[in-house]
């Protein structure tokens, strides 16, 4: 049985490389990305008899492929289609991370939040009522603190869940101005018909109405090999 694949995604600094560190321990290696020199950081650990491969991303702001490390991480959701995709949050700074968070919910709907250095925020008098936050983004919400490896069990039991098709999260769509958002009804259903479920289409649309003309060329490359794939298959069963 292959290993679920799971993405670590968030801010610099919010303890993501060491939640990864204390997950894989010794099961991982380094290098770069393919033709970036943007560190590439993977490992594996098992939990329930079940085995999971995590890829560490990039820390970023944002996701708009503004630089080498935002555009590796968002063409690793989009394109790699990991799982899950577990987006770290500093507890001590939420508004601030998750502007990264809800780029990520526009992205994919299987996402589990970690909300990390709870020990700092409870020394700030910072609390985080994360039933409250699961309702509003629509997705599971767990508190950990990494460093001391509190919080970890209930992590692992709702990503292997959602990994799993046990619990299916319906994340928050961000509404835009009513302008925006009348331009994405009219490009939405267009760009549906060209992706089909294959990948977000009001997403996509969003960059498009961005002038994002990068991402439009590696779509059009990754579609052309996802069909090249589904045709091999198909000969195989014909055969």
Not at 56 to 80: H, K, M, W
Not at 111 to 126: F, H, Q, R, S, T
Not at 130 to 141: A, F, I, M, Q, T
Request: aromatic share 6%; with cysteine; hydrophobic share 40%.
């Amino acid at each position: 049985m292959m290993a679920y694949r799971l993405a670590l995604a968030g801010n610099p600094n919010t303890g993501k490389s060491t939640l990864f560190n204390a997950l894989t321990g010794l099961r991982q290696h380094t290098g770069n990305w393919p033709g970036k020199t943007v560190a590439h950081a993977e490992g594996e650990f098992t939990h329930n008899g079940i085995d999971f491969t995590m890829i560490d991303l990039p820390g970023t702001y944002s996701l708009y492929s503004n630089s080498a490390d935002e555009e590796v991480a968002r063409d690793y959701i989009i394109f790699q289609k990991p799982d899950v995709t577990i987006v770290v949050l500093d507890a001590t700074a939420m508004e601030r991370n998750l502007n990264l968070a809800l780029q990520v919910l526009e992205m994919t709907d299987r996402v589990v939040v970690c909300v990390n250095l709870m020990d700092e925020a409870e020394k700030k008098g910072i609390a985080v009522n994360e039933r409250k936050l699961s309702k509003k983004l629509g997705v599971p919400v767990v508190k950990i603190s990494a460093r001391n490896k509190k919080g970890f069990e209930e992590l692992l039991q709702t990503v292997e869940s959602v990994a799993l098709g046990k619990l299916v999260p319906a994340p928050l769509r961000v509404r835009y101005s009513h302008e925006l958002e009348e331009k994405l009804k009219e490009l939405e259903p267009l760009v549906q018909g060209w992706v089909g479920a294959a990948y977000p289409a009001r997403w996509i649309s969003l960059r498009l109405l961005d002038g994002d003309k990068a991402l439009i060329e590696k779509l059009k490359k990754n579609m052309t090999g996802d069909r090249q794939e589904e045709e091999k298959v198909h000969a195989i069963n014909q055969s």
